[in-house]
């Protein structure tokens, strides 16, 4: 059994704070971090996102605050903004009951003004985005001359992102006899070498994941134009009417979004997001959870830590970007030994990605036809009539008197059922008409591809004739299409951009600017060197034509030009 909070040796404010988010025992990664972490022990430790390594190590750092002192004693940092302020927020909680302890978060693409005048009421501790952070520290608005604990959290997410030289500056910037804790869910050489120069002997948890088993999960994917996936939204709803369900979105703003929208056509949806306050997150909660409501739409990080055991199937209005995460949405199904069902919505550009999820899991999705009116309505009476089958064979109750009160009024039992029918059943619905992508290929496509000559099948790819649906993947063999799918994706130019340190360019500004701007998601790019006055960096064969769209666009105050090499 883990160590319980009310055990622990802290503050009582904290585990008041602790109690009233009706917590009681700790995780396997707060079991042994915190009890080192409060010895002031150095450490590393290796825990995947959602095993509550965030009070691991900030139950720990508040304990250590000294309340005499107003300067920065504590700092945390974090990989991207999302995470700075989902970190930011868990510490509000736990000081709920101990208003003498500030914290602020600093992140990019917030304002400046903002953030100097949180630094200006002594927060002692600071939560932060490197390049932030550093930023700060260069401008001389920061002071770390009496940090006593430095955090990196999701350590080797920041050295994918390309954050290891802000890293370094800050280890080597910072006091040197500091308590030194790193959270990772792998451990990279870089670790191993912060471990050797900036830290004490440090202690090294490892903890175990849990698996969470996909055997239970029929996964399917529809491949859509992103523009029609709201349509197609409708007509999987209706086509499998799910008691319960789950549809999941990347940002809260398509959570939003789609509350708005299903309810408007008369769903019971509602959205779950971090933006809500406490009381509307509850409400909608309770409401999910008493199956008073049946569509939960929700982003990661709020339905974070959610176990209800009903829902049949979990949507996925767009894949996550982490192949971990799309296993722990879909896990949200098939609880208690129940078997469920997971629908992905893929458009062409998240091709790649769908592939290095299906690696992850070791399985493939089955690609699904998009229903047809005729199909949802053959799908609908289906159900109709085992509603119906179900309800006659549990049926204890004998309404022979009010039958024969109809028959004697001259209806047959015939008019009665057909009325009754009638009346449970599905109003037929009209939809929007849904094109498929051109680079999907099925057997109508293939036909197309023939009349049109070589120019179309030269442009529909090699990576899309290598998917041509469960049907035929199952003749043609899966071991043949893994090696054409890893074939592919080594299909990476190399690009330069003339945009390098000297702009103030980073590695996460360049990703989100080429997602913002271009559609290109991360999945697209691969590895990043900047340099002082340029950046050389990896981009997928099949990406490098919305470089286009970006040329002679002003960023950073330059025009952008871009140079392609083969690799």
Do not use: W
């Not at 995780?27 to 010895?39: F, V, W, Y």
């Not at 950073?556 to 690799?567: C, D, E, N, P, Q």
């Amino acid at each position: 059994m883990n160590i319980l909070f009310k055990d622990l040796p802290i503050k009582e404010e904290t585990k008041q704070a602790i109690e009233a988010l009706g917590l009681v025992e700790t995780t396997d990664i707060q079991h042994h971090a915190i009890p080192l972490m409060l010895e002031k022990k150095d450490l590393i430790g290796q825990a995947q996102t959602g095993t509550g390594k965030t009070f691991a190590f900030a139950i720990p750092m508040i304990e250590h605050i000294d309340l005499d002192n107003k300067n920065i004693q504590g700092l945390v940092i974090c990989p991207t903004r999302e995470l700075t302020l989902q970190v930011y927020k868990e510490f509000l909680k736990l000081v709920k009951f101990n208003k003498q302890i500030k914290i602020t978060s600093i992140y990019g693409g917030e304002s400046y003004q903002k953030q100097f005048k949180a630094l200006k009421e002594h927060p002692q501790i600071v939560v932060a985005t490197p390049g932030r952070a550093i930023d700060h520290l260069h401008r001389g608005t920061i002071d770390l001359s009496s940090l006593d604990m430095l955090i990196m959290d999701e350590a080797d997410e920041m050295l994918k992102m390309g954050f290891q030289e802000d890293l370094e500056t800050l280890l080597k910037d910072t006091p040197q006899e500091r308590q030194t804790a790193l959270f990772s869910a792998t451990i990279p050489a870089f670790i191993k070498e912060v471990a050797k120069k900036y830290q004490k002997t440090p202690e090294i948890i490892k903890i175990k994941t849990k698996s969470l088993t996909v055997d239970k999960i029929d996964q399917f994917y529809y491949m859509i134009k992103k523009t029609d996936r709201d349509q197609l939204l409708l007509r999987a709803l209706d086509f499998y009417n799910p008691s319960s369900a789950i549809i999941f979105a990347n940002t809260k703003r398509d959570v939003d979004h789609l509350a708005a929208f299903l309810q408007k056509y008369s769903y019971e949806a509602d959205a779950l997001h971090g933006d809500l306050k406490q009381s509307q997150r509850d409400y909608v909660m309770n409401r999910f959870r008493s199956r008073r409501l049946t569509l939960l739409i929700a982003t990661d990080v709020a339905a974070r830590g959610l176990d209800v055991s009903h829902v049949d199937m979990v949507f996925n209005y767009e894949l996550p970007f982490e192949d971990e995460i799309y296993v722990h949405r879909i896990g949200r199904t098939a609880r208690a030994g129940l078997s469920g069902k997971s629908v992905s919505f893929v458009y062409p550009s998240m091709r790649g990605k769908l592939f290095m999820i299906e690696k992850f899991i070791k399985q493939q999705m089955v690609e699904l036809e998009i229903p047809t009116l005729i199909e949802i309505q053959a799908k609908q009476e289906e159900t109709l009539f085992e509603q119906i089958k179900h309800e006659t064979d549990s049926n204890e109750t004998n309404y022979d008197m009010l039958i024969a009160k109809f028959v004697e009024l001259g209806y047959d039992k015939d008019d009665i059922i057909s009325a009754l029918i009638k009346k449970l059943s599905v109003q037929i619905k009209t939809y929007e008409d849904i094109s498929k992508p051109r680079t999907r290929q099925d057997n109508n496509f293939s036909k197309d591809q023939s009349r049109s000559g070589s120019r179309n099948r030269s442009r529909s790819g090699s990576r899309d004739q290598s998917r041509s649906g469960s049907r035929d993947s199952s003749r043609s063999g899966s071991r043949d299409q893994s090696n054409r799918r890893d074939d592919n994706s080594k299909q990476y130019f190399t690009a330069t951009i003339n945009l390098g340190k000297n702009d103030g360019l980073r590695a996460p500004h360049l990703l989100d600017y080429f997602k913002k701007n271009a559609d290109m998601y991360p999945s697209n790019i691969g590895d990043i060197n900047i340099s002082d006055d340029h950046t050389d960096f990896e981009i997928h064969v099949k990406a490098v034509k919305r470089l286009d769209q970006l040329t002679d666009k002003v960023f950073k105050g330059r025009k952008l030009k871009f140079k392609i090499t083969k690799k």
